[in-house]
């Protein structure tokens, strides 16, 4: 068995730290203190993971000051501890303020030594989650940024990344909408050979169907009505880098031939132009709705799909990523304390409702949610009313049909306008719905892009 992990006791009564000790000592190595600076000395020495912190500490036993001095000196020495305060059984208000004040938990006197076990475990794995995800992102170096995570499924993306990386073959990203495929992209760009080129990036489902060669291929001057002056596409500024074609599966058919003739000799001609240039891209494409379900419907080209499919790469839902939904929810939360500098972290009851719920929406739908708590929350900890979930995890219920209705309404329209990846005409197909009456919910739920 490995060295046992530190846990500092800090209480100034001698009894209770017996009992403690006691309880805990089997599975960690425990430190006491009685008062701050024997507190603090500790903090120095042995940099605890784990701390239970009693707030009443003397001069000032009813006070909880001694107590909420050391969790700031605590909160600078060491910031990844995890520090578990006690507070009296009738003062909810300190306990708050105290995970406000960087706190993992609180528990009320008398401690039930059953349930400080079971914090300090959780306690302890998270800290553990945070420690493998910092050792991650520092052995991989730069390419996974953004990427936050260190799930077993999210090892398996990783993993590809870095195999996939280095050769300039055209690799498939297939996952849901919001799971994160142009981050993945990006990764595989930073980590190959073409890292110091561009990384260009086009949605297929977002450009009207009509302007997409344009787009890709670029226009001569006078080439069509309003081409007022030569454009390069994107294949172009890509030049000895990589292009990005998220939702691949949205071209249009004309479109795929024409891709398709490019892959195959690396020449493109914009629209008008009598000569053909010579562009050197590494292709990564992506897409939310499975290629095959496309070729079997006649919606996709059979030979396309085996040329940019040399390798496909598959990013998990949150749902199947476990642990890491936190790891994501907390990094959000201090991406966006910008924008609300009170706020300071999650009521427990808010962690628990995050991991109990299924987020079809992915990680977008957790960082949109978490965003909008911190813009709108009234207090400094963010609860599950706050990021729209009950204290189970679910969606919280309304209180009339009206708004059950109107909640309905405006989730089928977010829904429908992801899967299209914000194309109106398809997200209104999907929904039955004329491009006007979209257009009147767009406004009416405040989706409308200002």
Not at 162 to 167: C, I, K, T
């Amino acid at each position: 068995m490995g060295m046992k992990t530190v846990l500092l006791l800090v209480d100034d009564d001698a009894e209770i730290r017996e009992q403690m000790k006691w309880a805990l000592i089997s599975d960690y190595t425990v430190v006491e203190a009685e008062d701050r600076r024997s507190a603090i000395a500790a903090v120095k020495r042995e940099a605890p993971p784990l701390v239970v912190l009693d707030l009443g500490l003397p001069p000032a036993v009813d006070a909880s000051t001694e107590g909420f001095a050391i969790l700031q000196e605590i909160m600078q020495l060491n910031p990844s501890s995890k520090v578990v305060v006690v507070t009296g059984n009738t003062d909810r208000a300190n306990a708050l303020a105290a995970i406000a004040g960087g706190a993992y938990d609180f528990l009320e006197k008398p401690v039930q030594l059953d349930l400080l076990k079971t914090v300090l475990q959780r306690a302890w794995h998270v800290a553990s989650l945070e420690q493998e995800n910092q050792a991650l992102r520092e052995n991989v170096g730069g390419g996974f940024d953004e990427l936050l995570g260190i799930s077993p499924a999210m090892q398996v993306v990783y993993d590809k990344i870095r195999r996939v990386a280095g050769a300039s073959v055209p690799v498939l990203i297939q996952g849901e909408t919001g799971t994160g495929k142009e981050l993945v992209a990006r990764a595989i760009h930073r980590q190959g050979l073409r890292k110091d080129g561009p990384f260009v990036a086009i949605n297929c489902g977002a450009i009207p169907d009509t302007l997409i060669e344009s787009e890709l291929f670029g226009h001569e001057k006078g080439s069509f009505t309003g081409a007022h002056k030569l454009q390069r596409g994107k294949v172009e500024f890509a030049h000895q880098g990589t292009l990005f074609l998220d939702e691949i599966g949205d071209l249009p058919m004309a479109m795929q031939v024409k891709l398709l003739r490019f892959l195959q000799d690396g020449m493109i001609e914009r629209i008008g132009g009598r000569e053909s240039l010579r562009v050197d891209v590494r292709i990564i494409a992506a897409t939310n709705v499975p290629l095959q379900e496309a070729m079997e419907k006649g919606r996709f080209r059979e030979d396309l799909f085996y040329r940019v499919g040399v390798v496909e790469l598959v990013v998990p839902p949150l749902s199947e990523r476990g642990e890491d939904v936190l790891i994501l929810a907390r990094a959000f939360l201090s991406r966006y304390r910008t924008l609300n500098t009170k706020v300071t972290g999650f009521l427990p009851e808010a962690t628990e409702a995050i991991r109990g719920y299924g987020w079809p929406g992915n990680v977008r739908q957790l960082e949109n949610r978490v965003k909008r708590a911190v813009l709108m929350t009234k207090g400094g900890l963010l609860t599950p009313e706050d990021l729209e979930l009950s204290p189970a995890g679910q969606i919280s219920v309304p209180i009339t049909l009206r708004e059950a209705r109107a909640r309905l309404e405006k989730d089928m329209v977010q829904q429908a306008l992801a899967v299209h990846s914000g194309n109106i005409t398809r997200a209104a197909e999907d929904l039955g719905l004329s491009r006007q009456s979209l257009y009147d919910l767009l406004q009416k739920y405040g989706l409308a892009k200002s």
